[in-house]
């Protein structure tokens, strides 16, 4: 089983920036594919980014060219830099691992994009 622990989340102003972290409680290496989803009240939960053990990364539309997903194998850590965040994307992100076959989700951090 893996466990993943998120932090990073908060209160940014539009336009400004968040870094997410996920930490694993195990080697990056074993992980099949880690990435990161949001969901926004009353709506679905949605990707956001995510990375293959290939090294096969993935973005939606809104995030292209704002967000960049990253990893410290060092430190079983993932993240998600978040640059020109706008208010429609308050929501809760949640940190996603996949290992065969089986998928694992963390407890999520609160980010609110609010002026």
């Known amino acids: 089983q893996v466990q993943l622990v998120e932090s990073g989340g908060g209160l940014v102003q539009p336009g400004g920036s968040l870094r997410l972290s996920c930490a694993a409680s195990?080697?990056?290496?074993?992980?099949?594919?880690m990435g990161w989803y949001r969901q926004a009240p009353g709506k679905e939960r949605e990707l956001v980014a995510t990375?293959?053990?290939?090294?096969?990364?993935n973005y939606a539309d809104s995030a292209k060219g704002r967000f960049s997903i990253f990893r410290d194998n060092a430190k079983n850590t993932v993240y998600l830099q978040m640059n020109s965040l706008k208010p429609e994307e308050t929501a809760v992100y949640y940190c996603?691992?996949?290992?065969?076959?089986?998928?694992?989700w963390g407890q999520g951090t609160q980010v609110t994009v609010s002026s």
């Open positions: 990375f293959t053990s290939g090294g096969i990364t």
């Open positions: 996603n691992a996949v290992r065969n076959y089986a998928r694992y």
């Open positions: 195990q080697s990056i290496y074993s992980i099949n594919a």
